[in-house]
């Protein structure tokens, strides 16, 4: 299914720990392992990228540009996975562009959807499931977006690869 560009004010509502690295060092989300999750960050305005074995989570993304994954790495993302990423440029720009290189989830129930905002609370513009790569990009028009991920229990597929500028 594939739509955008509209505005679902009560779609979905999470929690989630909130994983903050800082600009010098590698760090883990509160009480999670090494292996849970890592970030990697260097000085403003540098790409940072996101390496995982599972995604789990949140991740606040500061870089100017970057990508980000389910972490799958060759295999298929975990059954009822739920993460999020705040993609907050530190050198705020006017707009955030995201685009996905590879996309194969459940189509009726794991979904990716994208927010105009730093919260899942932000007006929702696009939303993407199936097995087919979304449009080029989805051009979010603030200075914050918000990529979030949600799989159920069941089948599990290769999950997918975004960048953000």
């Given at each position: 299914?594939?739509?955008?560009?509209?505005?679902?004010s009560?779609l979905l509502?999470?929690a989630?720990?909130?994983?903050?690295p800082?600009t010098?060092?590698?760090g883990?989300a509160p009480?999670?392992?090494?292996?849970?999750a890592?970030a990697?960050?260097t000085?403003p305005?540098?790409?940072?990228?996101?390496?995982a074995s599972f995604?789990?989570g949140?991740v606040?993304?500061?870089?100017?540009s970057?990508s980000?994954?389910?972490?799958?790495?060759?295999?298929?993302?975990a059954?009822?996975s739920?993460?999020?990423?705040?993609?907050?440029?530190a050198?705020?720009?006017?707009?955030i562009s995201?685009?996905f290189?590879?996309?194969s989830t459940?189509s009726?129930?794991d979904?990716?959807y994208?927010?105009s905002?730093a919260?899942?609370?932000a007006?929702l513009?696009a939303?993407?499931?199936?097995?087919r790569?979304?449009?080029?990009?989805?051009?979010?028009?603030?200075?914050?977006a918000?990529?979030?991920?949600?799989?159920?229990?069941?089948?599990?597929?290769p999950?997918f690869e975004a960048?953000y500028?």
């Amino acid at each position: 299914m594939w739509i955008s560009g509209a505005v679902f004010s009560c779609l979905l509502s999470t929690a989630y720990t909130t994983f903050v690295p800082d600009t010098a060092s590698t760090g883990t989300a509160p009480g999670a392992t090494t292996s849970d999750a890592t970030a990697t960050g260097t000085s403003p305005g540098a790409t940072t990228s996101v390496v995982a074995s599972f995604c789990a989570g949140s991740v606040l993304l500061t870089a100017s540009s970057g990508s980000f994954t389910d972490h799958t790495g060759g295999g298929n993302y975990a059954s009822s996975s739920n993460c999020t990423w705040v993609i907050q440029p530190a050198v705020a720009a006017g707009s955030i562009s995201v685009t996905f290189l590879r996309f194969s989830t459940e189509s009726c129930c794991d979904t990716v959807y994208v927010y105009s905002g730093a919260s899942t609370s932000a007006p929702l513009i696009a939303f993407y499931s199936g097995n087919r790569v979304p449009p080029p990009s989805v051009n979010v028009l603030s200075s914050a977006a918000t990529v979030q991920f949600v799989s159920d229990a069941s089948e599990d597929r290769p999950g997918f690869e975004a960048t953000y500028t």
